[in-house]
């Protein structure tokens, strides 16, 4: 048996009826009768289920209709949710029936979906929801094994954050195509890859004027999971003797005057909205300064990882940098880009961002 993470697309056949079996089983009163694929839902149509199965529970026979989805995002799932609408009332005579999607992962808010409509679910993952006469199943909470590795690749890649960045920029409104790939310094392909993406999760939507984001707190959270700092940033950092954020953060800025740093992480979440006292300056720059000049001009030198109070940071993709704003003087990252570098940063970074993140003006406002 392969494992769920091998699985390709010719095997979800055989695993959906595996999958559907054992959740059946799993209910000592109930009987399977029967199980069709590609079945024909009534003499008179010709629509076809996916499965068609015939159990006996509570003493009566159910028709349970079964649509087999290989995404389970929730604009799949509520196309899979109308058609299993659709089939059911086709189906003859007065007989109970019910309707059940399988995928081989469905998210919280496709489960909702499925919920609200009175559907039954069920993934490869192991959660799932059945309920029709004396039969109640569910469980939840296992993750995603089915990381559709290419989608997030083309969600989260460098060239489509950019795309985010501008998006997520409040006051939320709607981006054409052309507008989006100006403002993000991108190809079309790549805004439209983040567009059907977007869509695809139901986290944007189609407007008069383009495409909006609808629920950019999903989107946020999306990325913060897929972030990985270590792997788009190389940090330098130093031990140095000024003590006081602020003045070291101007001092910095006389020190690279050609090519100003734009400050992230504490200090720039502590400039935007004070919560806890930076202790770290970290600032991004398009270059390390030479080691003499830190030392000549901060009293500095070069430390391991964790023992400075100074942190260059030099992106891997320039992209980090646009927008920016300018807060007392200093220039900062954007506010979604100080939020996912404070992320796992550690000395209360956390509590700093979720700070700012609950602030009315985050982002510029998403209401």
Known sequence: MKTVKQLKESDFAEHFEQLLRELLGRVPSLKLVSLKREAGISPGSSARADR?????????????VVEEKRLGQ???????????????????????????????????????????AGIGYADLAG??????????????????????????RSLFAPRATRVLRVLLQGPLRPWKVTELAESAQVSLGWVSAVRQQLLAREWAAKAPGGLQVTKPGAVLDAWVKADDWEKRTRTQEYSVLLTEPLELAETLKEVLPGEPPV??????????????TPVVVTAYVKKFPDEGLI???????????????????????????HPTQSVRGFQLVSDVQIYLDLQRAGLRAEDQADELRRWPDFAGGWK
């Open 52 to 64: 068609l199965a015939q159990v006996r529970a509570g003493g009566r026979k159910w028709t349970l």
């Open 263 to 276: 400050f992230t992480q504490w200090l720039a979440g502590w400039l935007r909205h004070p919560y806890t």
């Open 127 to 152: 959660n799932a929801r059945l309920a029709f006469d004396p039969v109640f199943i569910e469980t939840r909470g296992a993750g995603n094994p089915f990381r559709e590795k290419r989608e997030v």
């Open 74 to 116: 929730p604009r799949e799932v509520r196309s899979a949710v109308l058609q299993l609408e659709s089939h059911l009332k086709q189906l003859p005579g007065r007989a109970p029936r019910y309707g059940v999607l399988l995928a081989p992962f469905i998210s919280e808010e496709s489960a909702k979906l499925c919920t609200e």
């Open 295 to 321: 030392k000549e001009k901060l009293l500095g030198r070069r430390v391991s990882a964790g023992g400075g109070r100074l942190r260059l940071v030099l992106p891997k993709d320039e992209g980090v940098l």
